[in-house]
T-cell receptor, first 112, second 113 residues
Framework: DGGITQSPKYLFRKEGQNVTLSCEQN?????MYWYRQDPGQGLRLIYY???????QKGDIAEGYSVSREKKESFPLTVTSAQKNPTAFYLC???????????FGSGTRLTVV | GEDVEQSLFLSVREGDSSVINCTYT??????LYWYKQEPGAGLQLLTY?????DMKQDQRLTVLLNKKDKHLSLRIADTQTGDSAIYFC?????????????FGAGTRLAVHP
């Protein structure tokens, strides 16, 4: 079955460490997105990529970095510059139609 | 700027209808969506409506769109305990060369016996 796989499901980070969240899709979608979800808030866009080797900052990109070397993969690195990284991170992809937003099951990142 | 607003909480009795409301600000919205999120999980697309439609029905779900008032609603008929979840309204519109997707804060639906 086609879908998006995020790993790990839970991740713990020490202060000052960089961590990378994985997002892989086999839907042959061109566009991929990273969102952050905090309790009681909607999803906020961190980065997006519409095509391989190209990506753009979203609304809250500071302290995050991404790469898009393959169509299937869009990893997100949470750097030590992100001062409040504890959150639920969701990856999504979209096909050529506007109702093709598919979400992964999320990664919960906690700073310890 | 663009914004999507929803009430944060709704409680209904099992078997009753649930109506979740949403307002949005951007008049250039192309599609509007309803997503469902169960605890600890990602978002599941429930239904969507194109901005030139007034209504869409899909089994127990009815979506109503009032474009003049920028108001979207989701009605769930015969609400069941399995419908308990957070429901997100979202709109997509062209912005800076791509289709931007903006979410509301989510409405937590609690279904009780």
């Amino acid at each position: 079955d086609g879908g998006i796989t995020q790993s790990p499901k839970y991740l713990f980070r020490k202060e000052g460490q960089n961590v990378t969240l994985s997002c892989e899709q086999n839907l042959n979608h061109d566009a991929m997105y990273w969102y952050r979800q905090d309790p009681g808030q909607g999803l906020r866009l961190i980065y997006y990529s519409q095509i391989v080797n190209d990506f753009q900052k979203g609304d809250i990109a500071e302290g995050y970095s991404v790469s898009r070397e393959k169509k299937e993969s869009f990893p997100l690195t949470v750097t030590s510059a992100q001062k409040n990284p504890t959150a639920f991170y969701l990856c999504a992809s979209r096909g050529t139609d506007n109702y093709g937003y598919t979400f992964g099951s999320g990664t919960r990142l906690t700073v310890v | 700027g663009e914004d999507v607003e929803q009430s944060l909480f709704l409680s209904v009795r099992e078997g009753d209808s649930s109506v979740i409301n949403c307002t949005y600000t951007d008049s250039s919205s192309t599609y509007l969506y309803w997503y469902k999120q169960e605890p600890g999980a990602g978002l599941q697309l429930l239904t969507y409506i194109f901005s030139n439609m007034d209504m869409k029905q899909d089994q127990r779900l009815t979506v109503l769109l009032n474009k003049k008032d920028k108001h979207l609603s989701l009605r769930i008929a015969d609400t069941q305990t399995g419908d308990s979840a957070i429901y997100f309204c979202a709109e997509t519109f062209p912005s800076g060369g791509y289709n931007k997707l903006i979410f509301g804060a989510g409405t937590r639906l609690a279904v009780h016996p």
